[in-house]
């Protein structure tokens, strides 16, 4: 079976890792391997910034990281047994931001980006390369080789202007209300090489509880992602429980956007055309949304046992939606 995921950050390679599981597999890198599962990644390149001369992928590293066992579990991002000497001294020097959390292992990862970027490779062939270390059992591939960053209209004691997602998230703790979020770049790129073949190929599309504005709202921008996917049974986990999102600010993100934060106006606004089923928690049951299944239950992704079940589960519903009850 071949599935894509469209994902982010934390909450993507979490639901990755419970997939993997769920589908006993963990070498599918691609379609020469003799598995009979695929997975193929979107990852979300509209956090990516650039910083002391260096590219940051935060997603992309993060999908890496936690499906190759390098990450920080506590965290969920960033290398595990990481020290942090290089930032000091940077900070020392005076560089700024201060605000990144850069460490020393994972300057590594960016000196080898830097280097290839450097040598004229595109994003694509770089996450290639560095997966080539971390073996994640995933295609992961970038939504565009081409810059599209995320930016937002803030407005503080300096006067309204727009800064860059990881700025208003990271520094400001998306505490200064956003009056708008922007792709900048999204209109003029072109989905990464392979992507929309993998869409085209996938069996079903499988949407993890990622943040909907700026991780998967960002990948969506990308002009022929979305189209590409509407044609496929997709189903989502929804990333809001209760009326709040369970770890990080995406309220935040949906406010500026002018949507309620819910787990049935998430699923209204992805819209009934791209999907088709729509995971909620038990919290949440009873949600309805016109023109798509939902069903509830148990969404937490507290440990492997509860996350590979919520992952079953989005399996289970797209194979039943597609109208083929087996595997
Ligand atoms: P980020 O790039 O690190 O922000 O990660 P994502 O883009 O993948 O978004 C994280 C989203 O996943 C947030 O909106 C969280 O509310 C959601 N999330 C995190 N943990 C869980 C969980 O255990 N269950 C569910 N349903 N959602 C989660
Ligand atoms: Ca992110």
Known sequence: MRIV???GGIGGARF???LKAALGTDASTGPDQATDHQITVIGNTGDDITLFGLRICPDLDTVMYTLGGGINEEQGWGR???TFTVK???AAYGMKPTWFGLGDRDTATHIVRAQMIAAGYPLSAITEALCDRWRPGVRLLPMT????ETHVVIEDERGRRAVHFQEWWIEHRAALPAERIISVGAEDSRPAPGVIEAVKEADLVLLPPSNPVVSVGSILNVPGIRDALVDKTVVGVSPIIGGAPVR???DACLTAIGVETSAG???AHLGSDLLDGWLVDEADAGTEVEGIEVRSRPLYMSDPESTEAIARAALDLALELRGDGGR
Do not use: S
Request: proline letters at 5%; glycine letters at 10%.
């Open 80 to 82: 595990a047994d990481e």
């Open 265 to 267: 106006a998430v699923a």
């Open 88 to 90: 000091e001294e940077l």
């Open 16 to 18: 990755l890792r419970g």
């Open 248 to 250: 990080g600010m995406a």
């Open 145 to 148: 080789d081409d810059q599209v």
């Open 5 to 7: 995921v469209p994902a």
